[in-house]
């Protein structure tokens, strides 16, 4: 397949998602028509209006635990594409872990010196 039928190909799965989408957007249009009630724009919470801003701010320290969780979960995504080529790549697959896993831990380390596991 030359590099122009590939292109093709990609222009044309491109266009059928897009075409797919507005189909469903359309259908979606007519069949389920919406109704603009009073109640539908206040933020509310099980039926009782709330007495903070919609858009409030959320304290900093939480920002450290965001941190940590995408830090850890990153390494459990790379974790297992890894264990399934560990046999075949060998000893530098288990030296790139490591160098991986002592970044992690760094970061983890670094967290932890700065209070981001301590009860508030």
């Known amino acids: 397949m030359s590099a122009a039928q590939q292109y093709l190909l990609l222009l044309g799965i491109a266009l059928g998602v897009v075409c797919l989408v507005l189909s469903l957007y359309g259908l979606a249009r007519t ?22 801003p919609v858009w ?9 635990y965001a941190l940590l969780f995408l830090a850890f979960d990153m390494e459990m995504a790379f974790m297992y594409p890894w264990a399934v080529v560990y046999k075949e790549v060998g000893m530098v697959a ?21 209070g981001a596991f301590r009860r508030q």
Do not use: N
Not at 35 to 48: F, M, W
Not at 108 to 113: A, E, N, Q
């Open 56 to 64: 409030g701010r959320y304290h900093a320290h939480y920002y450290g």
């Open 31 to 52: 069949l389920g028509p919406t109704r603009q009630e009073q109640g539908k724009d206040v933020p509310a919470s099980s039926g009782v209006l709330s007495r903070d």
């Open 94 to 114: 288990l030296l790139d872990m490591g160098v991986f896993l002592a970044i992690l831990f760094l970061g983890l380390l670094y967290g932890w010196s700065q």
